[in-house]
């Protein structure tokens, strides 16, 4: 079981930039999925989440309008798109899928090793 | 927002026992999670559902939830548990995901 991102590295103030996340050893399409990000010397900050079947997205209010979180369950993948890249966009990026035992109530049971990004000109 | 206070360290010597707090507005009325971070790793969740532990993580570690305060205890610490500990709730009013501040523990 695990989860891969790719997709970071240095990328210009204003630029973009799409992250991807492959999941293997699971059925990936069983499982909503969350974006979460670390800032250089700071905290984790929850970005965005998506639903098995994309039926509901949503984004953190810090992000909300510049973020674009998709998947495509046939290739097993998530994405994080980031428009209008900002100095503090800088990151180490995750990918984390959510799972649950009781009630509606979700956990982040499965981390990937995340990809960098570096904002700067 | 819904905001997760954290002490920013604790420090405990070997054997002993660790308590990291996470302070919310009637947290007792949510379910808490908690996950482990060691330097250049990712997260990797240590307590679910208040104080359940998954498959792999020690009996030493133990959640409770009541009131204004979430805490993660760690019995009989040893160096391998330095780490930074993260609280996360589900928010219902604003449907989002909420992780606390972040606590790190030193091993003396």
């Known amino acids: 079981v695990q989860l891969v991102e790719s997709g970071g590295g240095l990328a210009r103030p204003g630029g973009s930039l799409r992250l991807s996340c492959v999941g293997s050893?699971?059925?990936?399409?069983?499982?909503?999925m969350n974006w979460v990000r670390q800032a250089p010397g700071k905290g984790l900050e929850w970005l965005s989440y998506?639903?098995?079947?994309?039926?509901?997205?949503d984004y953190a209010d810090s992000v909300k309008g510049r973020l674009t979180v998709s998947r495509d369950n046939a290739r097993n993948s998530l994405y994080l798109q980031i428009n209008s890249l900002r100095a503090e966009d800088t990151a180490v990026y995750y990918c984390a899928r959510l799972s649950k035992l009781r009630g509606a109530i979700y956990y982040m049971d499965v981390w990937g090793q995340g990809t960098t990004v570096t904002v700067s000109s | 927002s819904y905001v997760l206070t954290q002490p920013p360290s604790v420090s405990v010597a070997p054997a002993k026992t660790a308590t990291i707090t996470c302070g919310g507005v009637n947290i007792g009325s949510k379910v808490v999670h908690w996950y482990q971070q060691k330097p250049g790793q990712a997260p990797i969740l240590v307590i679910y559902y208040d104080n359940d532990r998954p498959s792999g993580i020690p009996e030493r570690f133990s959640g409770s939830n009541s009131g204004n305060t979430a805490t993660l205890t760690i019995s009989r610490v040893e160096a391998g548990d330095e780490a930074d500990y993260y609280c996360?709730?589900?928010?219902?009013?604003?449907?989002?995901?909420?992780f606390g501040t972040g606590t790190t523990v030193t091993v003396l």
């Open positions: 050893g699971f059925n990936f399409s069983s499982h909503p």
């Open positions: 996360q709730v589900w928010d219902s009013g604003s449907d989002h995901y909420v």
């Open positions: 998506i639903t098995r079947e994309s039926n509901a997205i």
